[in-house]
């Protein structure tokens, strides 16, 4: 049987299985991530960032629970591509070959760009968010108490949305591919494309300017750089369907 002749039960039980597999992956994971989180946390207390802090447990439970946050987050991470590969895998029989082929090259590109927005948002951003909350507590001539929950936490919640934003050019690929999205759309929305990009930047960021423009622009020109991905999509996808009618 052809799997584009699947029945609907047949593709829920495709789709269980594979989301079993990665339950069953993302479990090994976690248990790997509770013996790499400690040399994690030792590193990022050592950082310049850190170093000058004194981490501090308001609750006889926080140390367990940045274990756990840590843990979950490799775990998570780990996890990510054999999840792309899973829902690549559920969608390509009903691809064309050059498709699937090109959509298969969005997994390792999809796990690059998060971690290049991880590290983006950690080592660019991370500093000067810091630097501008000590020196409202300096002007406020306050001596702030810092948990180690709260910073990590507070760490998570800075760099992980950059990790999904960075995902904007691979999306925009994937949808080009699929023919719901195209190029001359994305120019066309572009205005408020920026506008919700400002309006996420404004709520991801201090009340600072230099720090907004720092996280603003990259925003800008990811969108940019979306669209220039969107309209290679799109010629490759016209050039397949080309040859596709003429191959019929």
Same mark, same amino acid.
């Given at each position: +049987?052809?799997?584009?002749?699947?029945?609907?039960?047949?593709?829920?039980?495709? !789709?269980?299985?594979?989301?079993?597999?990665?339950?069953? $992956?993302?479990?090994?994971?976690?248990?790997? /991530?509770?013996?790499?989180?400690?040399?994690?946390?030792?590193?990022?207390?050592?950082?310049?960032?850190?170093?000058?802090?004194?981490?501090?447990? *308001?609750?006889?439970?926080?140390?367990?629970?940045?274990?756990?946050?840590?843990?979950?987050?490799?775990?998570?991470? !780990?996890?990510?591509?054999? =999840?792309?590969?899973?829902?690549? %895998?559920?969608?390509?029989?009903?691809?064309?070959?050059?498709?699937?082929?090109?959509?298969? %090259?969005?997994?390792? +590109?999809?796990?690059?760009?998060?971690?290049?927005?991880?590290?983006?948002?950690?080592?660019? @951003?991370?500093?000067?968010?810091?630097?501008?909350?000590?020196?409202?507590?300096? %002007?406020?001539?306050?001596?702030?108490?810092?948990?180690?929950?709260?910073?990590? %936490?507070?760490?998570?919640?800075?760099?992980?949305?950059?990790?999904?934003?960075?995902?904007?050019?691979?999306?925009?690929?994937?949808?080009?591919?699929?023919?719901?999205?195209?190029? +001359?759309?994305?120019?066309?929305?572009?205005?408020?494309?920026?506008?919700? @990009?400002?309006?996420?930047? /404004?709520?991801?960021?201090?009340?600072? @300017?230099?720090?907004?423009? +720092?996280?603003?622009?990259?925003? $800008?020109?990811?969108?940019? =750089?979306?669209?220039? *991905?969107?309209?290679?999509?799109?010629?490759?996808?016209?050039?397949?369907? $080309?040859?596709?009618?003429?191959?019929?």
């Amino acid at each position: +049987m052809k799997d584009r002749d699947m029945s609907i039960y047949e593709h829920i039980d495709e !789709l269980r299985k594979r989301l079993w597999w990665v339950v069953v $992956f993302f479990f090994i994971s976690f248990i790997i /991530g509770f013996f790499v989180t400690q040399p994690v946390i030792v590193y990022l207390q050592q950082t310049d960032q850190a170093k000058e802090l004194t981490l501090n447990a *308001f609750k006889l439970t926080d140390p367990l629970m940045v274990y756990m946050q840590f843990a979950f987050i490799i775990a998570v991470v !780990l996890t990510s591509p054999l =999840i792309l590969y899973q829902l690549w %895998s559920f969608v390509s029989p009903g691809l064309y070959e050059t498709e699937r082929r090109a959509t298969l %090259s969005y997994i390792p +590109m999809s796990v690059f760009l998060f971690l290049l927005g991880i590290a983006f948002s950690y080592f660019i @951003l991370f500093p000067f968010v810091i630097d501008f909350m000590f020196r409202i507590s300096d %002007s406020l001539e306050v001596n702030p108490v810092i948990g180690i929950h709260e910073y990590f %936490s507070f760490l998570f919640q800075i760099t992980l949305p950059f990790g999904l934003l960075f995902q904007l050019p691979v999306l925009v690929m994937f949808l080009t591919r699929l023919g719901i999205i195209t190029p +001359m759309f994305l120019s066309k929305v572009r205005k408020y494309a920026y506008f919700i @990009l400002l309006v996420i930047a /404004g709520l991801i960021t201090p009340p600072e @300017l230099l720090s907004h423009l +720092m996280v603003t622009v990259p925003l $800008f020109i990811l969108y940019e =750089i979306s669209i220039v *991905f969107s309209r290679v999509a799109y010629r490759k996808a016209q050039k397949a369907e $080309f040859q596709r009618v003429n191959n019929n």
